[in-house]
């Protein structure tokens, strides 16, 4: 469930643990520091466009709405929908698409630490439709909200962060490590940038994402430490409140 797009599509959820070993404080999400917003990326693949990223937060009444799609020639497409509390809690996350000829998807809904709703899983060759009803650790979040999630984290140089992530089609609860590095100047279609160098490592493969120092934090450059593939911002456009 938690393989939003290609990069991550083996990295953010269904995976044993991190192997960030120093320790990490447990992550608090401030919705005073996120804000409506609109941004569109290119996706890269050895220095060539290949798909396209879309991210975007909107009020929704007294909480937020987060909507995630990307579209990758040669391998997939989804979208992916969250309805957040105004202290940004998951209500509702859902997706649909497909990876390499297969559909994906899901739809949980959340009433506490319960998860309950259905996602599609691979059984016996094929993705079937699988009921959630889980009860969560404390702490733990959907994975697909993990990307809204990050900018609401204080991002500070020299920081590790412990997010509990709950993955619905892997029936999976893993613990993954943020490290805030240093402050670099990212330059991207969008502009150039003082950015903090954010790392996600894991069992599987590393990931970079790039953090505007500047709040409401904005992703700037996300991809794996060689640079084959990215994703980069293209357009960032602040909505209305």
Known sequence: MARHFWLLSALLIAIPLSLNAQPAAQARFDPHVV???ADSMVTLVRGIPRGWHTYSLTRDGPGFRYVESYD????GHRQVEISFTPRLVVLRASAHGGEMGDSSGADVRFAGRHATGWALVRRAGHMERAPVDTLLPAGAFDGYALMALIPALHLAPDTTIALTLFDAD???ITTQSLHVGAVQQVSVPAGTFSAYRVD?????APVVLWYTTSTPHTLVRIGEPAGDFLDVLVSHRIAAQ
């Not at 990758?72 to 391998?75: A, V």
């Open 200 to 204: 996600l490592s894991t069992t599987e």
């Open 35 to 37: 804000g409506p917003y």
């Open 72 to 75: 990758l020639t040669g391998f």
């Open 170 to 172: 892997e029936n999976s």
